[in-house]
């Protein structure tokens, strides 16, 4: 299993911009799609973006297209989530986690989130707090 650490949470003015990081003990070229989901107290965990590492598409959830943009460093085994114009509704715990890719390509040429069940590798989550 892919052993997750996901950081760079914290307290932000509404407006303003965090970059949180996952790194892997792996991200194997051509088989696992990375997401990042997010959960809010009293609310359902949520899917918000990703990126596939064998066909290089990526998926952002309506609510955060054009403010937050993933991307990867292979070398650093690590993806980033990067998060502007934040919003109080983006307060959450924020988690990133994999997807063998193969056995989730239908969900990606639809170009939607998997289920979150298809994620087998989870980080321990990390606070975003947006709030003035």
């Known amino acids: 299993q892919v052993q997750l650490v996901d950081s760079g949470g914290g307290l932000v003015q509404p407006g303003g911009s965090l970059r949180l990081s996952c790194t892997a003990s792996?991200?194997?070229?051509?088989?696992?799609?990375i997401g990042w989901f997010r959960q809010a107290p009293g609310k359902e965990r949520e899917g918000v973006s990703y990126?596939?590492?064998?066909?290089?598409?990526?998926y952002y959830a309506d609510f955060v297209k054009g403010r937050f943009t993933i991307s990867r460093d292979k070398a650093k085994n690590t993806v980033y989530l990067q998060m502007n114009s934040l919003k109080p509704e983006d307060t959450a715990v924020y988690y990133c986690a994999t997807a063998w890719d193969d056995l989730v390509s239908k969900f990606r040429a639809m170009g939607v989130m998997p289920p979150i069940e298809y994620f087998g590798s989870w980080g321990q989550g990390t606070q975003v707090t947006v709030s003035s």
């Open positions: 792996e991200f194997t070229a051509d088989y696992w799609l």
């Open positions: 990126v596939s590492s064998s066909v290089g598409t990526t």
